[in-house]
Each structure stands twice: as structure tokens, then as C-alpha cells.
């Protein structure tokens, strides 16, 4: 929780604290790495080497260079259950997944299996894209029993209020940060300044020394006040579209649709589109990138495999998504051909949870490893007031009741007690492992790039590890690849902070099956001898 204080620089702290809670901010503090040379390899820090390198890495680039070199693989279909994708962007258009038995704009479903013109996947969310929270829609509609809806009351008004005040915060510090910003340019004379030019500013009463101060820790850590400028307004708009969409009783989003989301049985909506709707909508072009973006084109980044082709399955809005679109999502993906899902969301409250389930089983029979983010609330999802849904056990703590999936928590770019992301959610018996998550650069709509930061992003990189694995060694299972990414992965021999909001101090094996960080490079060095039975899994 943030406490007020009336100091200008703690509210300042604060609010950037806030910021760093909600996931638009990340530290890479720690301890000296390739950084501290190389600024911009900042870019690409989730495919460097924790040795050489001394950051959580997956050892992408010693993978490629050590290991695949030139080999032929065979080709991985990733489904990519999201948001809208940018199908037209420079570095997603030529690894998309294409199916050849459909016809495109005809209107028909060519190939029979129950969705019109779907070329490179499907679309869920038909025009919509602003929806509610589950548990605003559980309150709004009396959805289950009164044990349910009493949670989901508590959690509406906790998030309703928080978001009200959050929103006042966040325009408070903007209207600070502009008046502040434009004391110093207008004293320094320039359009810009650097952390040298405040060394020895003239403070007075209006540009204070904590002032200098404070935009010299900014300018440090981000490289650019406007940078600043710009996780603020993601997070003022962030709370506004909570207090307009997302927690506002009377919303329907779902109108646009046409269905009845509560109906698994009304199939037919939605159509063969999965293109982002608005510039906005770009988690899941974020999201592929990660995965898949083009390695042989020299623009943007590379994603970590080049041998992955992204099925695009738009089914995730603005807001929680509807229990039936990810039950058919998954369906479809395990029924046209993907062999990797990804699922960078999750939500607490899942009132058809067994339709979700039934399909995670249904892509366990097809052998299909789902990749699940852990979430970004920073808490212990052991803890059963904790869940975070859709998951592989029907009760919290229980066995799981499918073998093939893996969730995945958040890295920072830190060797160190900070290698975990403070947002990241974790879980010995509830988070498999970890991956690169916090300021993680990738695609965006319009040919863009971007630093984004969420388990949404570590998922997408060990799905890029598992479609690797499935290209070069087709042989291994869902289950096994899902083996072969925990038990290869490398075990930090420190302690590390968990839990954003009250720091704890433990070894990474109390906070995760595995206890261990993905790696790409041990992964397949793993899967080349089980493949050959050499080793045992």
C-alpha cells in the first residue's frame, strides 16, 4: 500500500512506486552486468548468459550460435491466445501460420471445421474490445452462489476504489512532473537535459534541490524524462479504462459480440479476423514478437524462435476474458494444428471454470503444451485466497489434473536478490519456473517497439523454448518438453526478494516447482540426449 505524504518528493516516490506495483515500470538494479558497458543490449538482455553476461537470461544467442547453427527444424504452430494481432508488421507477417485449406473473404468455411475464413486464426471478440472484470460481471448479473458473489463484491470495491484514487494520483504527479520539467528547460534554455546539466542547477523556490534530485534518479534509471511522461499516461489510462469499462456495472462489451457467453454450446460468432482493433490493443503483437519475430529480416528484434508460426486467436479484451472464448480457443488451436499455446492472462474469479478445464484436457489428449503467465499481483498463489485462474488443478494445492501445462513467473534483468520481477506472482507448488518478464522489448502495432513488462512476457519466452524443442526433436511429448524446460533450467545458489509489497528473502526453489530460470541453451542440450536416451527424465 502506498502511504501519502505531503513532501513533493514523496510524492513523486510514491507515485512511481505505484507505477513499478501496477507493472509500467522495472528496475534493472543489481549487480554489474553487460549494462553497465552496453547500454543497449538492454533490448535484447532476455537472450544473453547468466555467466557471461550476469543477467537471467535464457542464453538465446549461445543457443543459436552453438547449438542450431544452420540445422533444419521443423515447423512449430504457436497459438497465441490474446489480444488482437498486427498480422501486417514487419517482423510478424512472414511467420504467420497460414491455413492453406481455407479461402480468404469467401464467406465460407472451406475446410469444415466450423469457422468461416479463418487464414491465420480466429477472432473471439467479433468488434468488441473494451469489457468488464469477472467480478464486476459476477455483481452485475448474480452470477453463482452468494459465497461467490460475496468475494466478488469485496474485490469489485477494493479495485473501485483503488482505481478512483490511483487515477486522482496519477494526474496529480503528471501535472507536477510537466510543471517541473518545464521550470528546468525554461532556466537551462534547452528543449532537452541531460543528468550532467543538473549537476550544478541554480535551485531556488520553485526548483527545489529535491526536485534536481528526484529527475536526476529519473534520467539515471530511465535515460529520458519523457519516458516518464509516458508511463504515466499508460497508467492514467489504465485507471480510467478500469472506472469506464472494466469496474462500471451498467457496461456491456459484449453486446458487440452478439452471443451468450454463457452458453458453450452458441459456436457461431465471432469471425476469421484476429487483427488488433485499435492502435492500443497490442499486447498480444507484443506478446508473438517475443515468440516469433523474424530473426533473418534485420529490422526490429528477433524472437526466440525461428521456427515458430503464430496462429492468432484474439480472445482476450480490454478487461477479463469470457471462460467460454478460452475454452473454444483452446480447442481450436488443438484442433488446427498448434503444438504450443500461449496464455498471457488470468483473472481471480472464473465462474465456468470447468469448460476451461475440459479443454486444457482436451489439448493434453491432442499433445499440446499450454504456457500459462503466473500473473502480476506479486502474491503467493499457494495461498487459496489467491488464485489466479485458468490453471492445471480444480482446488487449490491439489494435484494437477493435466500434465501439460506450464506457468511461468517474471525475471528482471538483475543477477542478484532482485532477479525477480516485484510484480511477478509466485508458488512452490503453483509457478513451474521463471523466465524474462520486466522491460522486455517487442513488437508493437505499426511496424512499433516497445518496452513492456509482465509475466504475459516471460510466458511467450519459454513457449519460444518450447517450440524449439517440438522443431528439432518432434519425437518428445508435451509433457516431456514441459520436463525438459524445468529440469535443464539454471538454479541461482542465492536468495532472492519475492512479493512487491512486503519483501521476503528466499531460495528460488521455495517459490517455484522447479527452482529454476528458463534456458533456452540447456533446454536443448536436455532434449538432444533425452531425445537420444541418453538421459532420463
Not at 474490445?129 to 466478488?152: F, M
Not at 526453489?509 to 533456452?520: D, E, F, P, T, Y
Request: hydrophobic share 40%; glycine share 8%.
Amino acid at each position: 500500500m502506498i502511504k501519502r505524504n505531503n513532501s513533493l518528493r514523496a510524492q513523486l516516490k510514491n507515485g512511481l512506486a505505484l507505477l513499478i506495483l501496477v507493472g509500467f515500470l522495472a528496475s534493472c538494479g543489481g549487480s554489474k552486468s553487460i549494462f553497465d558497458k552496453n547500454p543497449e543490449a538492454i533490448q535484447s538482455w532476455a537472450h544473453l548468459d547468466p555467466k557471461k553476461d550476469k543477467v537471467p537470461g535464457m542464453s538465446v544467442d549461445k543457443a543459436y550460435k552453438k547449438i542450431i547453427k544452420n540445422q533444419s527444424v521443423n515447423q512449430v504452430v504457436v497459438a497465441v491466445i490474446d489480444s488482437g494481432i498486427d498480422l501486417g508488421h514487419e517482423d510478424l507477417s512472414t511467420v504467420l501460420w497460414t491455413n492453406t485449406k481455407e479461402i480468404a473473404e469467401d464467406l465460407q468455411d472451406n475446410d469444415g471445421n466450423g469457422y468461416i475464413d479463418d487464414i491465420h486464426g480466429y477472432n473471439f471478440l467479433g468488434e468488441s474490445y473494451n469489457e468488464q472484470l469477472e467480478a464486476t460481471r459476477i455483481v452485475n448479473l448474480g452470477i453463482g452462489d452468494a459465497s461467490l458473489q460475496e468475494k466478488a463484491r469485496a474485490r469489485f470495491e477494493k479495485d473501485l476504489t483503488k482505481a478512483a484514487s490511483s487515477a486522482e494520483e496519477m494526474l496529480m504527479m503528471s501535472q507536477i512532473f510537466q510543471i517541473t520539467d518545464q521550470l528546468i528547460r525554461n532556466k537551462l534554455g534547452k528543449n532537452s537535459y541531460t543528468v550532467s546539466d543538473l549537476e550544478n542547477f541554480p535551485t531556488d523556490a520553485e526548483v527545489t534541490p529535491m526536485h534536481i534530485e528526484l529527475m536526476q534518479e529519473i534520467l539515471t534509471e530511465e535515460g529520458s524524462i519523457q519516458v516518464v511522461f509516458d508511463q504515466i499516461d499508460e497508467a492514467i489510462k489504465y485507471y480510467k479504462d478500469q472506472l469506464d469499462y472494466n469496474l462500471k456495472l451498467d457496461f456491456d462489451g459484449r453486446a458487440l459480440v452478439g452471443d451468450d457467453p454463457y452458453d458453450i454450446t452458441d459456436t457461431k460468432y465471432g469471425n476469421g479476423d484476429p487483427m488488433h482493433r485499435v492502435k492500443d490493443e497490442s499486447h498480444g503483437t507484443h506478446v508473438a514478437g517475443i515468440i516469433a519475430a523474424d530473426r533473418n529480416n534485420n529490422q526490429g528484434i528477433k524472437g526466440v524462435a525461428n521456427n515458430a508460426q503464430i496462429m492468432a486467436i484474439r480472445a482476450v479484451p480490454n478487461g477479463d476474458e469470457y471462460d467460454k472464448d478460452i475454452a473454444l480457443a483452446i480447442r481450436y488451436a488443438a484442433d488446427n494444428g498448434a503444438k504450443v499455446i500461449n496464455m498471457s492472462f488470468g483473472k481471480p474469479f472464473s465462474p465456468n471454470a470447468e469448460w476451461v478445464y475440459e479443454a486444457i484436457k482436451y489439448a493434453a489428449e491432442k499433445d499440446v503444451l499450454l504456457v500459462h503467465a503466473a500473473g502480476n499481483d506479486g502474491m503467493d498463489l499457494d495461498d487459496p485466497e489467491n488464485p489466479n485462474f485458468p490453471n492445471d488443478h480444480k482446488l487449490l494445492n491439489e494435484p494437477e489434473f493435466a500434465p501439460n501445462v506450464i506457468t511461468v513467473g517474471a525475471l528482471a534483468p538483475s543477477w542478484g536478490k532482485n532477479m525477480i520481477a516485484s510484480f511477478s506472482n509466485y508458488g512452490r507448488l503453483n509457478v513451474d519456473v521463471f523466465a524474462p518478464g520486466a522491460r522486455i522489448y517487442s513488437t508493437m502495432p505499426e511496424n512499433e517497439y516497445e518496452f513492456q513488462s509482465g509475466t504475459s512476457m516471460a510466458a511467450p519466452a519459454v513457449a519460444g523454448i518450447a517450440a524449439k524443442i517440438r522443431g528439432l526433436y518432434p519425437e518428445l511429448t508435451a509433457v516431456q518438453v514441459k520436463q525438459i524446460i524445468m529440469q535443464s533450467g539454471i538454479s541461482p545458489k542465492f536468495e532472492v526478494f519475492v512479493n512487491g509489497d512486503n519483501p521476503q528473502k528466499v531460495m528460488l526453489n521455495q517459490v517455484s516447482r522447479s527452482g529454476k530460470i528458463a534456458n533456452l541453451y540447456e533446454a536443448l542440450k536436455l532434449a538432444k540426449a533425452v531425445n537420444s536416451g541418453k538421459a532420463a527424465l
